[in-house]
């Protein structure tokens, strides 16, 4: 069974800060990674969506990279800002068993102004 | 705005009462899916329509019941439930089902059960 892992569950930056946040999962048979950005008591936001055959993508001053073997991807910041201040969700989309999109718990983000 | 629209945003509902969640999607969509997010616990996956058929169920206990009349709205009619029921309900949709597609969701609906 597919299992995704976000370290650490929590992570305060000063603003103006470059940060990476990480997402690991345990079987690297996955047809694509995204994530996604969530504000409290609110929906999620999809940020980036990786296919299983692409390295990275990048958007604005996110990116984020892949790496399938390995069973890593990172989300990575810069510059931060306030607003950027959310909990960041990693999942990923496989098509086996009855879990077709597997999430993570996420990384809740502050950013100190 | 992500062209969900979830309602109600909040609801307190007892062990004993009927209700309904509604979800509608404004996007064009072809599925749509309902998410039950717990605190400190991965977001579990409910139900999945594709096409207005139910595709997907993940085990899920039958006192939730969905609904999807049309491409564009789906519901979660809600009996008897339990206090561990208590949870933040999301909706979301996609072009296709089970496609590498983003998903876009709802601003979800906060239950709690008393």
């Known amino acids: 069974k597919q299992e995704v892992t976000q370290i650490p569950a929590a992570l305060s930056v000063p603003e103006g800060e470059n940060l990476v946040l990480n997402c690991s999962f345990t079987d690297s048979a996955i047809y694509n990674l995204q994530w996604f950005r969530q504000d409290p008591g609110k929906g999620l936001t999809s940020l980036l969506l990786i296919q299983s055959s692409q390295r990275e993508q990048t958007s604005g001053r996110l990116n984020a990279s892949l790496d399938k073997s390995s069973g890593r991807s990172t989300l990575y910041i810069a510059a931060s800002q306030p607003g950027d201040s959310a909990t960041y969700l990693c999942?990923?989309?496989?098509?086996?068993?009855?879990?077709?999109?597997?999430f993570g718990t996420g990384t809740r983000l502050t950013i100190i102004p | 705005e992500t062209g969900v629209t979830q309602t109600p945003r909040h609801l307190v509902m007892g062990m004993t009462n009927k209700k309904s969640l509604k979800c509608e999607q404004h996007l064009g969509h072809n599925a749509m899916y309902w998410y039950k997010q717990s605190a400190k616990k991965p977001l579990e996956l409910m139900f999945v329509y594709s096409l207005e058929e139910r595709v997907e169920n993940n085990s899920v206990p039958s006192r939730f019941s969905p609904e999807c009349p049309n491409s564009s709205h789906l519901f979660l009619h809600l009996h008897t439930l339990q206090p561990e029921d208590s949870a933040l309900y999301l909706c979301?949709?996609?072009?296709?089902?089970?496609?590498?597609?983003?998903?876009?969701f709802g601003s979800g609906t906060q239950l709690s059960v008393l």
């Open positions: 979301a949709s996609s072009r296709g089902g089970f496609s590498n597609e983003k998903l876009f």
């Open positions: 999942a990923v989309f496989a098509n086996f068993g009855n879990e077709k999109l597997t």
